[in-house]
């Protein structure tokens, strides 16, 4: 595993980046450039939109492979790659595959002018000048209204991934220092119910993500290896309009129209079925609550909470610096920030370096040994999740 990072301070374009968070991938697994068989990378960064950005990447690397593609599953593209990288592995078709993804919005575009025009419906919403906050709170709302949550529950959800936050040297948040639920409701909307510290922001400037993926036996020279025991994905819609107006699934939605539901259970299912695991097995977790509300509904539609009653997990303080169930530990994707389609990456380095032992930022108490690591992408459109550890099954 490698990863990269860079500011205002050291500005590094999306290239730059992936290259040296690979790397420090090779060397960490102590492995050549040329030992890669596959390449895989996500959509193009944000930062740089150009297309077939997979094959500019191993021109630029000098890296001919035996096979490179785009897994373009908007945010949960790089779980969904350790998945598509392991099966690569188990067919023998390839004996390293490198997932790498990277971005650096902030130091190169406006996200915010740009980002609804991606992601909302061409013909039903994007005519209406949506944000992206605007689409999210749909959900939200739908939430509060099925399962009673108010504004000051999405408020704690916030303090406490800032709670994490404050601790990351590249946290976008950490400057803020820690926050009450006062703080977070005294914040302006952004999009109702949705307040200013209820939202992912934009940054750190850029980060990039590099991963290894090979055999259990070849990885037996590397360093601290970390084993892939189970993953799974899904995908719904691209438009949350075509969510919201979906009305039969052959895969477990919950009472549809409803929204509250998510491909999460589906790709959490998947995984703890193939892992031969259950939520009450995971020890830490990687959310990808880009809003308060989407912490709660993934932490349901992952297992780990009733359908409405993830705030009761938040209330217990599991998830917080010293619980049992440390969840976002770089302060996810609201405290550490979203420096573009790489957060998800961001999460996964997280969880990596967590399961070893040596995280930038605060060290998860209980010294987890199986992490559940989930991302999502688009508009509640794609999942993916991911069980590591440190132990070979």
Request: glycine share 10%; net charge negative.
């Amino acid at each position: 595993m490698g990863d990269a990072y860079a500011d205002k301070q050291d500005v590094k374009d999306p290239l730059q980046l992936a290259t040296e968070a690979s790397w420090a991938a090779f060397k960490d697994a102590g492995i050549r450039k040329d030992d890669i068989d596959i390449l895989l990378t996500g959509r193009s960064p944000w930062a740089d939109r150009r297309p077939q950005w997979n094959n500019i990447f191993a021109s630029h690397m000098q890296m001919p492979v035996r096979m490179t593609t785009e897994i373009t599953f908007h945010g949960a593209g790089v779980n969904a790659m350790i998945g598509q990288a392991a099966l690569a592995i188990a067919a023998g078709v390839a004996d390293y595959v490198l997932c790498v993804q990277s971005d650096a919005v902030e130091l190169f575009i406006d996200a915010t002018a740009v980002g609804a025009a991606t992601d909302a419906c061409p013909q039903f919403e994007f005519p209406y000048g949506p944000t992206i906050p605007t689409i999210y709170a749909q959900l939200a709302c739908r939430y509060m209204h099925e399962f009673g949550v108010t504004e000051e529950d999405f408020a704690e959800v916030a303090v406490q991934r800032q709670e994490w936050a404050i601790h990351h040297p590249k946290a976008a948040k950490r400057r803020h220092g820690l926050i009450t639920v006062d703080d977070v409701m005294r914040s302006p909307y952004i999009s109702s119910p949705l307040r200013r510290w209820m939202c992912a922001t934009w940054g750190p400037g850029g980060t990039a993500g590099a991963f290894v993926v090979t055999s259990v036996e070849r990885a037996k020279h590397a360093r601290r290896p970390i084993y892939i025991h189970g993953f799974g994905t899904c995908t719904t819609h691209e438009y949350l309009c075509e969510r919201i107006n979906l009305r039969k699934s052959r895969i477990p939605l919950g009472p549809l129209p409803a929204i509250t539901t998510t491909g999460a259970a589906h790709a959490a299912r998947e995984a703890y079925a193939m892992a031969d695991m259950t939520p009450a097995d995971m020890q830490l977790g990687a959310l990808a609550g880009n809003f308060s509300h989407t912490v709660l509904v993934q932490l349901e539609d992952l297992g780990f909470a009733p359908k409405g009653r993830a705030m009761d997990l938040v209330r217990s303080g599991r998830m917080r610096p010293g619980g049992d169930f440390p969840v976002d530990t770089n302060g996810g994707w609201m405290g550490f920030g979203q420096p573009g389609i790489s957060v998800a990456a961001d999460s996964l380095v997280e969880t990596v370096r967590q399961l070893r032992g040596d995280p930038l930022g605060l060290l998860a108490g209980n010294s987890p040994k199986r992490a559940m690591a989930y991302s999502a992408g688009g508009m509640l459109a794609c999942h993916s999740a991911v069980i590591l550890g440190t132990e070979a099954q």
